[in-house]
Nanobody
Framework: VQLQASGGGLVQAGGSLRLSCAAS????????MGWFRQAPGKEREFVSA??????YYANSVKGRFTISRDNANNTLYLQMNSLKPEDTAVYYC??????????????????WGQGTQVTVSS
C-alpha cells in the first residue's frame, strides 16, 4: 500500500488542522493505521492509531486529536484541535504490518507516507 499525507500547515496556538492520508490499492481496510510525528532533533513518536479494537492516543494529544478512517475512500484522517507549539513536527501516516492493533512502536509499521509539516506558532 502506498500512502500520501497532506493537510499540514502553519496555524496559531489554539487552532485546528485536519490531516489526511490517501492510500492506494484495494487492501487499505485490512491494515491497522497510525500517525506518528517527528520534531527536529527528536525521535519519531507515536501520536495515534486505529484498529478493529479501537482508537489509541498518546497522552500528549488525548482529548485534542481524533483519528478516523474512511475505508470506502481509502483515507485516514487526524483531526487536531487546540494545537500547541509543542505539536510542531512532521506528521507521518503509516500502515501496521506486525504486532497487535494500535501499536506504539514505529518498528511495527511497514508502509509510510512522505510526511506533512505542521507548525504551531505561539
Amino acid at each position: 500500500v502506498q500512502l500520501q499525507a497532506s493537510g499540514g500547515g502553519l496555524v496559531q496556538a489554539g487552532g485546528s488542522l485536519r490531516l489526511s492520508c490517501a492510500a492506494s490499492g484495494r487492501t487499505f481496510s485490512r491494515y491497522n493505521m497510525g500517525w506518528f510525528r517527528q520534531a527536529p532533533g527528536k525521535e519519531r513518536e507515536f501520536v495515534s492509531a486505529i484498529s478493529w479494537s479501537g482508537e489509541y492516543y498518546a497522552n500528549s494529544v488525548k482529548g485534542r486529536f481524533t483519528i478516523s478512517r474512511d475505508n470506502a475512500n481509502n483515507t485516514l484522517y487526524l483531526q487536531m484541535n487546540s494545537l500547541k507549539p509543542e505539536d510542531t513536527a512532521v506528521y507521518y501516516c503509516a500502515a501496521q504490518i506486525r504486532g497487535l492493533g494500535g501499536s506504539y512502536s514505529p518498528a511495527n509499521y511497514g508502509y509510510w507516507g512522505q510526511g506533512t509539516q505542521v507548525t504551531v506558532s505561539s
